[in-house]
């Protein structure tokens, strides 16, 4: 988790499409969303986020070959407070581990 987000940024996820819609409404909470093929638009409180994704190459790692997913945030009409509210919860959801 960041201590900021700015209004655009761009990340790279280890998942695939089927697996990062899986996890998409839950990430997104109670806000409402449209999705339209490779995007979603996130109606928020003050403003909107518009999330587009695409797949890239996999990762490659000796043996391992690991899914990516190129993923581009844009808020619009949300302040530093309200970004790094909404990007908590959703970082929260979206985080992966094992052990």
Known sequence: ?????????NREMGCTEAEWLGW??????????QR??????V????GKL???WQTGAP????????????VTFHF?????AARYAFMKRFDLYMQRGGG
């Open 1 to 9: 988790m960041q201590s900021a987000y700015a209004a655009e940024f």
């Open 76 to 80: 619009d009409g949300l302040d530093d």
């Open 59 to 70: 990762r490659v790692i000796a043996l391992l070959r690991m899914p990516r997913l190129l």
């Open 43 to 46: 109606t928020l409180p003050d």
């Open 36 to 41: 339209a093929a490779s995007a979603v638009q």
């Open 24 to 33: 998409l409404p839950a990430a997104i909470g109670a806000h409402p969303y």
């Open 50 to 52: 518009r999330i587009q």
